[in-house]
């Protein structure tokens, strides 16, 4: 069989020769187009009906359950294992949050009401109507729930964040105590009989009792601004904590850090001693906020910041 068209502008005469071979070759590559074709939509249609709706991939037809199982239990095994992950990752913060918290409520509050704290529950999350989650599919609540976790996780995070400000910044104020296990107060801040010319004088600090040699600490964080002798007090640490605090030791025996260094609630700044204008091995200890000196009672947490 042959077929004859026109072609140009010329009118050029062409021809095409069918033979049942000719015809044959086309016929199969037609047929193998059209089963590859339709494999393909088989394959993406029924990956898409696991993914959004299991019952539909059920009534695709031409697969066999064993098959259906196996790939909805991997695409189901991903889905757990991001929804883990961010549990996993849940958890860590949660525990820093726990961390920070107990170091808050040890620094933060007071001896005799501690006992008596509150601890409300910590509640939260998106609001979710029950029929939504009813209706919806496997995979589409792992998807649900992988999205809340992340968004939880960011939330521990700023949490973390603030809450370790926070502590940073507690620590940086002079609530700690100067020595370790029980104190001995000789001399406490206010009007009292000078030591010396027995006169009615005005006591700037705290004298605690100790043997020569005991090692003190810093009661916050902070740098160190002077470091040495100084008329009255003898050997003298002074300290600048930020936000106009500062705190003074003196009548050391020794001085063990620098003018500049900077130190951390509890670094060991040196021992006790008797120099300067001194009856006897103390630790006077001063707490100035914006010039004026302030009863150092009135910031410290005696049981809390005691080193056993």
Not at 141 to 167: E, M, P
Not at 224 to 249: C, K, P, S
Not at 277 to 297: A, R
């Amino acid at each position: 069989m042959q077929i004859f068209w026109i072609s140009g502008a010329v009118g050029k005469i062409k021809t095409v020769n069918l033979t049942l071979k000719t015809l044959g070759i086309g016929f199969c590559v037609f047929s193998l187009l059209l089963i590859t074709l339709g494999s393909a939509l088989q394959f993406f249609g029924f990956r898409m009906a696991i993914e959004y709706d299991p019952a539909i991939a059920r009534s695709l037809g031409n697969l066999h359950t064993a098959v259906e199982l196996e790939n909805l239990h991997a695409l189901y095994e991903v889905k757990l294992n991001e929804v883990n992950a961010q549990i996993s990752a849940n958890r860590v913060k949660i525990k820093q949050l726990e961390v920070l918290n107990q170091q808050l409520a040890l620094s933060a509050t007071p001896a005799v009401i501690r006992k008596d704290k509150s601890i409300s529950p910590g509640l939260g999350g998106r609001f979710e109507p029950i029929e939504q989650i009813k209706s919806a599919s496997p995979l589409a609540l792992f998807s649900h729930a992988h999205g809340d976790i992340k968004l939880l996780n960011q939330q521990l995070d700023r949490a973390v964040t603030g809450s370790s400000r926070f502590v940073n910044w507690l620590k940086s104020k002079p609530i700690g105590i100067p020595l370790q296990g029980s104190l001995s107060l000789a001399s406490g801040f206010g009007s009292r009989t000078d030591p010396f010319t027995f006169k009615p004088s005005f006591h700037a600090g705290l004298d605690f009792d100790a043997v020569t040699g005991t090692p003190f600490f810093a009661t916050a964080s902070g740098r160190v601004i002077e470091a040495g002798w100084q008329q009255g007090y003898g050997n003298q640490i002074l300290i600048d904590h930020g936000d106009g605090f500062n705190t003074r030791y003196a009548h050391a025996e020794r001085v063990y850090v620098k003018q500049g260094t900077n130190v951390e609630q509890g670094t060991v700044l040196g021992a006790i001693g008797s120099t300067g204008m001194s009856t006897g091995p103390h630790l006077h200890y001063e707490v100035i906020h914006n010039g004026s000196k302030k009863d150092p009672l009135v910031f410290m947490n005696i049981q809390s910041s005691a080193r056993n």
